[in-house]
C-alpha cells in the first residue's frame, strides 16, 4: 500500500540551529512528494514539493531532494527561526490519482 | 483572495445525534477533498468530488457518514448518530484542476472543523 513515515516530536532546537526532519514513504509507481506545514490556529499550507526523482524542492530556506534510492524526502533548513514553530507533514501523491496520503506530523519548537 | 472556509470552527455534540460540516472552497475550484485528522495524526482521506460528482468515497469509515456537493462548489459532511470515535478535525481541500495526471497538483486546506462527540 500506500503510506508516509515521519520522525515522531516534538523536535525543540535553538533558534539559527539546523533542522532535519526525516520522512520515508512507501508506493508504487512514482508518486509525487509534498511538504505541507500548519501554524498553530491555521489550516495546512504547501512549504514545497518534488514530482520526480532527484528534484529538489525548496521554499522560505527550506529544502528537500526526491530521494528515490532510499525512498526520502527529508526536510531540512539551515538555520531555524522562532517564527518556523510548527506542524511539519510529509506527503505523497501517486501519479493520476488524487488521493494524498500523510505522515502523522512533527511538532517542531525553536527557543530564542 | 479568499482561502478555504470552514464551519462551524468547533462543534460539540451529544453521542447519537447527526452534525453537518460546511466547506466553501476556493471559488472555481473543481476539486474538493474531505479528510479525518485525529489528534496526533496526520489527515486521512475521506471522500473526493471533482465537480458535483463524488468520485471516491472509500475513506468514509462508516454509512453514518455522507458528503454532498450538489451544485459543485459548497461541500456538507453529515456524520449521522455520532459516536466518540468520529470526535477529530475535519478538513476541507479544493485544488483548481480536476486532471488528476497534473504531478504539481497541489491542495489549499481549510481551518478545520473540531468535533468533539460527548
Known amino acids: 500500500g500506500n503510506s508516509v513515515t515521519q520522525m515522531e516530536g516534538p523536535v525543540t532546537l535553538s533558534e539559527e540551529a539546523f533542522l532535519t526532519i526525516n520522512c520515508t514513504y512507501t508506493?508504487?509507481?512514482?508518486?509525487?512528494l509534498f511538504w505541507y506545514v500548519q501554524y498553530p490556529g491555521e489550516g495546512l499550507q504547501l512549504l514545497l514539493k518534488?514530482?520526480?526523482?532527484?528534484d529538489k524542492g525548496s521554499n522560505k530556506g527550506f529544502e528537500a531532494t526526491y530521494r528515490k534510492e532510499t525512498t526520502s524526502f527529508h526536510l531540512e533548513k539551515g538555520s531555524v527561526q522562532v517564527s518556523d514553530s510548527a506542524v511539519y507533514f510529509c506527503?505523497?501523491?501517486?501519479?493520476?490519482?488524487?488521493?494524498?496520503?500523510f505522515g502523522s506530523g512533527t511538532k517542531l519548537n525553536v527557543k530564542p | 483572495g479568499a482561502g478555504v472556509s470552514q464551519s462551524p470552527r468547533y462543534k460539540v455534540a451529544k453521542r447519537g445525534q447527526d452534525v453537518a460540516l460546511r466547506c466553501d472552497p476556493i471559488?472555481?475550484?473543481?476539486?474538493l477533498f474531505w479528510y479525518q485528522q485525529a489528534l496526533g495524526q496526520g489527515p486521512e482521506f475521506l471522500t473526493y468530488?471533482?465537480?458535483?460528482?463524488?468520485?471516491?468515497k472509500s475513506g468514509l469509515p462508516s454509512d453514518r457518514f455522507f458528503a454532498e456537493r450538489p451544485e459543485g462548489s459548497v461541500s456538507t459532511l453529515k456524520i449521522q448518530r455520532t459516536q466518540q470515535e468520529d470526535s477529530a478535525v475535519y478538513l476541507c481541500?479544493?485544488?483548481?484542476?480536476?486532471?488528476?495526471?497534473?504531478?504539481?497538483?497541489?491542495?489549499?486546506f481549510g481551518p478545520g472543523t473540531r468535533l468533539t462527540v460527548t
Open positions: 471559488s472555481g475550484h473543481v476539486s
Open positions: 508506493a508504487t509507481g512514482y508518486p509525487s
Open positions: 481541500a479544493s485544488s483548481a484542476t480536476g486532471t488528476s495526471g497534473k504531478p504539481s497538483y497541489e491542495q489549499y
Open positions: 518534488a514530482t520526480k526523482a532527484d
Open positions: 468530488f471533482q465537480n458535483e460528482a463524488q468520485l471516491d
Open positions: 506527503a505523497l501523491r501517486k501519479y493520476n490519482f488524487n488521493k494524498f496520503y
